[in-house]
């Protein structure tokens, strides 16, 4: 068995090694943050964290915890490389992305340190696929400094409400405007647009909201374009958490829940648009 | 205006505007006494469509507000359309729909209320009013064809999505015939040698008044866009038509709403082709050429611009206002000539002061329908006639 040979190697040898038995426990997770070509990977014992930015506005982290894998072994503190996460994703899903049902693609992620490739080694039905993906230089993210103490308004939402909403934005409008507000209209979204504005309001006793904690009525708008792309995170997701701090930063996280019923998380942050302009409601 | 559409009424009226966005990319919205009126036309102003849905439609209709004139409006198909845009969604989750226009908003507000006290509220802008109309009465065709929307939609179901048009005719046996239609060039070529046609006996029809032999080319699309209305709301459809060249009027009809949809159909040059064709259309061309010509000069081209009128209704007078339901039923309209009819409209529209521009368009407009109209003395007792307009 030549092909495997890099499993016969110890497993001191990486810095990294995974193993999953269902890879759409991961895959699914990172298709919620792809957006952008190219993804920052960050692993400790806890777990995985992936990163993806743009704009230097924007910026998506989806975590797989370690007691997502079967196995995870980190053998330094934390390892860090940045990958093309469209070819990290396209590998994963090699045998497929909808399998048949009862088959599942299994997984063995390897990695040796900087300067090394990302070893895939994907099993379905005694068939073995092993992909080397070459890793760049990590790059240094954002740093949101979003801090809970400083969050002013927070909702908790069921993704089904929103689904629809954020599928149907009107894209020809620049900006999403959030207005979180302890009085009328509570949350609503609204979009500014070329046939006219459109607002979508959620009272705050609505069967959709788990929870309703705003202290101050907040206006603030988002470039669309920038969160659009959340839409791929709310479709999967079960619920969603709205924060907006003190500076009008935006959270949004999802809580996502996987084929065996695991919990994961994907949270995306994102910068205000300029002030709101005082004549426009 | 104002009105209020609960239940299974907005998936109604969603999918109406479905089939109209087939047709026009501006949506003419007009509250009439008689019920609001969503009208397109196309482009080329081959295709027209209206919808009237009746007060009864609605849990509530005011077409104006007490001591004020109803304003109309004309918007873009696309902004009305991402309103009503997935019917799925609006059968599952919205309650009611409340539409208003005029009061102190310069928008046209359109809101859903829907499941979980969600709300959604589109203030669509707008533009200045225009009615839109286009003069045709199904009375006046000789043919009439009537039969559940499901027979007829399967009947096109078959035909590939590409194809443009469709011919309808009556075949032997009073058999009702749809073929896909093909252009003289495409039917030269071997490679788009293929022609489907259907055939539907007379027994599926609930009313079948033709002649065998006639037949009619006009456009699928616009025509699946009525089907698949009225087969959601599992209506009757009709198909009122007379030589080829001369608009066909398809109408559905329900107590709460009507539909009529006026589409162009190939003139009788087009249809002659000599193109390899199947036994029946050369049988049914004879025919169809002696039936035609008398209207041939009028009606040459297979544009139904000459039929239509879009009119500057913001000359309040009299006149202007009592146009919009001539415009659905000729028969309402005083017996008179079109020629003193529209002259009358100019020298009132010249008369009033300030009157903007438009008033040129409107008597252009009037112009040209009026140069084909004068020739055969046959249009104008049609004017006068009485007619089942509104059906």
């Known amino acids: 068995m030549p092909l495997l040979t890099p499993q016969i190697q110890d497993e001191n040898d990486y810095s990294l090694v995974a193993s999953l038995d269902n890879v759409r426990n991961l895959s699914t997770i990172l298709k919620a943050i792809h957006f952008r070509e190219h993804a920052t990977c960050f692993a400790t014992k806890n777990g995985i964290k992936v990163t993806v930015e743009n704009a230097k506005c924007v910026q998506a982290n989806a975590f797989i915890q370690a007691g997502i894998f079967q196995e995870f072994i980190v053998q330094e503190e934390s390892v860090t490389f940045r990958i093309n996460l469209t070819i990290f994703l396209d590998c994963l899903s090699i045998f497929g992305s909808s399998p048949m049902p009862g088959t599942l693609t299994a997984l063995r992620m390897c990695y040796q340190g900087y300067g090394y490739p990302l070893m895939l080694f994907l099993e379905e039905g005694g068939v073995v696929t092993v992909c080397k993906i070459n890793t760049q230089e990590p790059e240094e993210t954002l740093d949101f400094d979003f801090c809970s103490t400083n969050v002013i308004n927070k909702i908790i939402l069921q993704s089904e409400g929103l689904r629809e909403a954020f599928s149907e934005l009107d894209m020809t409008s620049e900006v999403l405007q959030i207005t979180m507000s302890p009085d009328k209209p509570y949350f609503r979204l609204s979009t500014f647009g070329n046939a006219g504005s459109s607002h979508l309001d959620y009272p705050k006793d609505s069967d959709l909201m788990e929870s309703f904690h705003c202290n101050q009525t907040q206006v603030n708008r988002y470039k669309i374009s920038l969160l659009k792309p959340s839409t791929k995170a709310l479709v999967l997701s079960c619920k969603v958490s709205i924060r907006t701090d003190n500076r009008g930063f935006l959270s949004l996280q999802y809580m996502i829940r996987n084929e065996d019923g695991q919990i994961c998380f994907v949270e995306y942050y994102c910068c205000p648009d300029e002030e709101v302009p005082e004549s426009e409601s | ?391």
């Open chain 2, 1 to 391: 205006m104002r009105c209020l559409v609960t239940g299974g009424n907005v998936k109604v009226l969603g999918k109406a505007v479905h089939s109209l966005s087939r047709i026009g990319d501006e949506l003419y919205l007009e509250p009439l006494e008689d019920g609001l009126s969503l009208r397109t036309v196309n482009s080329s102003r081959s295709a027209y469509a209206c919808f009237l849905f009746a007060p009864l439609f609605f849990q509530q209709y005011q077409a104006a507000a007490p001591g004020q004139e109803a304003l109309r409006c004309k918007i873009l198909m696309k902004s009305f359309l991402a309103v009503f845009r997935s019917l799925a969604t609006v059968e599952r989750s919205v309650e009611k729909c409340c539409i208003s226009l005029g009061g102190r908003s310069s928008r046209l507000v359109v809101q859903l209320h829907c499941r979980y006290g969600v709300r959604k509220t589109h203030n669509l802008s707008f533009q200045d009013c225009e009615s839109l109309q286009a003069v045709f009465d199904p009375a006046l065709c000789s043919n009439v064809l009537r039969a559940p929307a499901r027979v007829l939609g399967e009947a096109v179901l078959p035909f590939p999505p590409a194809l443009a048009e469709v011919t309808l005719g009556i075949g032997c046996g009073r058999r009702v015939i749809l073929r896909s239609y093909q252009e003289e060039e495409e039917a030269d070529s071997t490679v788009k040698a293929m022609v489907t046609e259907m055939s539907i006996g007379e027994e599926d029809f609930q009313q079948l008044q033709a002649q065998e032999g006639v037949a009619i080319t006009f456009c699928l699309k616009e025509f699946r866009g009525l089907l698949s209305f009225a087969e959601s709301a599992n209506l009757s459809l009709s198909v009122h038509f007379d030589a080829p060249g001369r608009p066909a009027i398809f109408a559905v009809k329900d107590s709460l709403l009507d539909g009529h949809f006026v589409l162009a159909t190939l003139s009788e040059s087009d249809l002659h082709s000599p193109a390899p064709r199947s036994p029946e259309l050369r049988r049914l061309a004879p025919p169809l050429q002696a039936h035609s010509t008398p209207h041939l000069d009028d009606f040459a081209n297979d544009d139904i611009d000459s039929y239509m009128i879009a009119m500057e209704t913001t000359v309040d007078s009299e006149g202007s206002r009592a146009v919009p339901s001539t415009s659905l039923s000729p028969g309402l309209r005083p017996p008179c000539s079109p020629g003193p009819y529209s002259e009358d409209n100019g020298a009132e529209a010249s008369t009033q002061p300030g009157t903007p521009p438009p008033k040129k368009f409107r008597s252009l407009f009037f112009g040209s329908i009026l140069a084909p109209a004068h020739s055969p003395p046959g249009p104008s007792p049609v004017l006068a006639e009485d007619s089942e307009g509104e059906g």
